[in-house]
């Protein structure tokens, strides 16, 4: 259980505000204040500090809510398998990017069920950002996600390395056989909302041919997969998306591949949990049980 001083840290953390912290807490502002000063004293350290008027975290204060955020994550995962005897199914609270969750997971959670078939099942499907924070509010356990992840916060397997593509409509007008990715710079361009991993790896692909989405005429930001798929199909533009999300439509001629000198790539699809937690053999085991058969599994090497 955490400390209830830990607790009114975490919810500055969330806020960086003292006020804010209060009110979610329903406390005072000054009782918040003490339980930092408490910290700090215990921890012999500030936790925050103003830069230009704003509550920002010491180096301290940063390596203290990694520490407590998988703390608070834990306790939950405890308190859920104290309340099931050993003998229970092994239920399921997890999240998944929208590629993995309509591509990827069906057949080995079919799998899972029929393993399992008193198992309870949680499946969140939503983009890298939001299940990122599930996980650290305790929401999930542990999450499969396209994006990126701060290595600092998480421990992950590599679930699957997937190629990326430029796609359109097999019927979509383009003038002659785009080489580049300038050369598709005047088309519309289907991108997802903000927080998706697909949407990053996107960003941070046009960033080494010193591109960014700006640079398109025209950007269709469009929140949910299926829809993107969908206008895609009816020759709205183009789009990046990874092969499992388009292998369908590819084989049977719906979308085409475009293939770019200067968009060669593949990335990594990532289960992901809290750094440090108790329950990662917990996890590893999960994983070898949702892992599609026949992919690679080894660890992804962290970050320095």
Same mark, same amino acid.
């Given at each position: 259980?955490?400390?209830?001083?830990?607790?009114?840290?975490?919810?500055?953390?969330?806020?960086?505000?003292?006020?804010?912290?209060?009110?979610?807490?329903?406390?005072?502002? =000054?009782?918040?204040?003490?339980?930092?000063?408490?910290?700090?004293? &215990?921890?012999?350290?500030?936790?925050?500090?103003?830069?230009?008027?704003?509550?920002?975290?010491?180096?301290?204060?940063?390596?203290?809510?990694?520490?407590?955020?998988?703390?608070?994550?834990?306790?939950?995962?405890?308190?859920?398998?104290?309340?099931?005897?050993?003998?229970?199914?092994?239920?399921?609270?997890?999240?998944?990017?929208?590629?993995?969750?309509?591509?990827?997971?069906?057949?080995?959670?079919?799998?899972?069920?029929?393993?399992?078939?008193?198992?309870?099942?949680?499946?969140?499907?939503?983009?890298?950002?939001?299940?990122?924070?599930?996980?650290?509010?305790?929401? /999930?356990?542990?999450?499969?996600?396209?994006?990126?992840?701060?290595?600092?916060?998480?421990?992950?397997?590599?679930?699957?390395?997937?190629?990326?593509?430029?796609?359109?409509?097999?019927?979509?007008?383009?003038?002659?056989?785009? %080489?580049?990715?300038?050369?598709?710079?005047?088309?519309?361009?289907?991108? %997802?909302?903000?927080?998706?991993?697909? &949407?990053?790896?996107?960003? %941070?692909?046009?960033?080494?041919?010193? /591109?960014?989405?700006?640079?398109?005429?025209?950007?269709?930001?469009?929140?949910?997969?299926?829809?993107?798929?969908?206008?895609?199909?009816?020759?709205?533009?183009?789009?990046?998306?990874? &092969?499992?999300?388009?292998?369908?439509?590819?084989?049977?001629?719906?979308?085409?591949? /475009?293939?770019?000198?200067?968009?060669?790539?593949?990335?990594?699809?990532?289960?992901?949990?809290?750094?440090?937690?108790?329950?990662?053999?917990?996890?590893?085991?999960?994983?070898?049980?949702?892992?599609?058969?026949?992919?690679?599994?080894?660890?992804?090497? =962290?970050?320095?």
């Amino acid at each position: 259980m955490l400390d209830f001083r830990i607790e009114s840290f975490l919810a500055v953390c969330r806020h960086m505000n003292y006020t804010r912290a209060a009110e979610e807490l329903s406390l005072t502002q =000054p009782a918040v204040s003490q339980h930092i000063r408490w910290l700090e004293e &215990r921890y012999g350290t500030p936790l925050f500090h103003y830069a230009h008027k704003q509550l920002v975290l010491t180096p301290a204060g940063e390596l203290l809510r990694t520490a407590a955020t998988t703390v608070q994550h834990d306790d939950g995962q405890l308190k859920r398998q104290m309340q099931h005897t050993l003998q229970a199914p092994q239920d399921l609270r997890f999240g998944a990017t929208p590629t993995v969750g309509t591509y990827l997971l069906p057949r080995p959670l079919a799998d899972y069920h029929r393993q399992h078939p008193q198992a309870k099942l949680f499946l969140r499907v939503d983009n890298t950002r939001a299940l990122c924070q599930g996980i650290d509010r305790g929401e /999930l356990d542990f999450a499969i996600v396209e994006g990126y992840v701060r290595k600092g916060e998480y421990d992950t397997l590599l679930y699957r390395r997937e190629p990326y593509l430029a796609v359109c409509a097999a019927h979509y007008p383009l003038s002659g056989q785009p %080489r580049r990715l300038t050369d598709l710079l005047e088309h519309p361009l289907l991108v %997802r909302e903000p927080g998706s991993g697909n &949407r990053e790896i996107l960003s %941070r692909s046009l960033d080494r041919s010193n /591109l960014s989405l700006s640079d398109f005429r025209v950007l269709l930001e469009v929140g949910d997969l299926n829809v993107l798929k969908q206008l895609l199909l009816l020759g709205c533009g183009i789009a990046f998306l990874y &092969r499992a999300a388009v292998a369908d439509d590819l084989a049977q001629g719906r979308l085409r591949a /475009l293939r770019l000198e200067d968009m060669q790539e593949h990335n990594d699809i990532a289960f992901i949990w809290r750094k440090g937690s108790l329950f990662a053999r917990h996890y590893q085991a999960l994983f070898q049980l949702l892992c599609p058969q026949g992919q690679p599994s080894p660890p992804i090497a =962290p970050a320095p």
